[in-house]
């Protein structure tokens, strides 16, 4: 059996470095080795230790990938020539700095439902920023580096985990007794509390409840036996459209899924279905009994 063949894929930068021998623009080479100098010798300030030899090596890396990831981001085709040309018309430091905003901007976004204060603090900002910026830009110059790829993936699961977040914010300001403003944020939590409660329809935006509230709620969709889906479809009328397909997606869950709404209708004692409603909710629950 022959061996599977491996498609060279070197950094951008390092591609565009290549045609450097065939290009007849005068000082060319100089200019971009001059610049690449300088971004390397700010990245090992700023990002290594730029008294030791393995961190200016590191820092090499760093800039590579750096300026590589911005190439894919400026370049309309995928042209090693078209790069070169922008390192020669735009210069490398507009490359870099074109993918540094990417990680820049990929690191305000968040990772994860479950949003701290933590979150907000400027030394754990600086650290997120710097491990992505390693995790995505570390490129040796001689070996296949896929770090745009990469960016890409992490782009589109933090857009995801964004829009979830911003429903949740949305929940939470137009809660039906008033905005929830606490730095902690389980936004999971709040979309399912929206959406069990809204099934006793009327429109109302549940965002957090307590055991009381809970106890009522459920007394009265026993009694009432409410069409689900007409709550369902008031919820999503109240919510801006932009939020819809987040919240459209997680009412398709929860009719197949949720076992509070599956066991409401039925006999399952109070205790029993508040317990249920914590797995879904978790910290967006009120302690209303002591």
């Not at 030899?53 to 042209?79: F, H, K, W, Y």
Request: proline share 4%; net charge negative.
């Amino acid at each position: 059996m022959l061996p599977a063949l491996v498609k060279e894929s070197l950094p951008r930068l390092v591609r565009a470095i290549k045609l450097l021998p065939g290009d007849e623009r005068p000082d060319a080479a100089v200019i971009l080795a001059d610049e690449l100098t300088g971004i390397t010798a700010m990245v090992a300030e700023k990002f290594t230790n730029d008294r030791t030899a393995d961190g200016i090596a590191r820092a090499l890396q760093l800039a590579v990938g750096g300026v590589s990831l911005g190439l894919e981001q400026v370049l309309t085709v995928d042209s090693d020539e078209a790069a070169l040309d922008f390192l020669v018309d735009n210069g490398a430091e507009a490359a870099f700095q074109a993918g540094f905003r990417l990680i820049k901007d990929l690191a305000a976004m968040p990772e994860d439902s479950l949003v701290g204060e933590y979150d907000q603090d400027p030394v754990y900002a600086q650290r997120r920023l710097r491990d992505l910026f390693v995790d995505i830009c570390l490129a040796d110059p001689n070996q296949n580096w896929n770090g745009h790829e990469r960016y890409q993936v992490l782009l589109k699961q933090r857009k995801e985990v964004q829009a979830i977040v911003r429903l949740a914010g949305w929940l939470r300001r137009h809660h039906d007794n008033g905005p929830i403003s606490d730095t902690d944020l389980n936004a999971e939590g709040v979309i399912a509390l929206a959406i069990i409660f809204a099934v006793e329809g009327g429109g109302r935006i549940v965002a957090r409840t307590g055991q009381k509230e809970f106890e009522r709620f459920v007394k009265a969709v026993r009694k009432a036996k409410p069409d689900f889906e007409a709550g369902w479809a008031a919820l999503v009328a109240k919510v801006p459209v932009q939020h819809h397909a987040v919240l459209l997606e997680r009412i398709a869950v929860y009719r197949n899924s949720c076992t509070v709404l599956q066991h409401i209708p039925g006999r399952t004692a109070m205790k029993t279905l508040f317990a249920e409603l914590e797995n879904y909710a978790g910290s967006e629950l009120e302690a209303d009994y002591g």
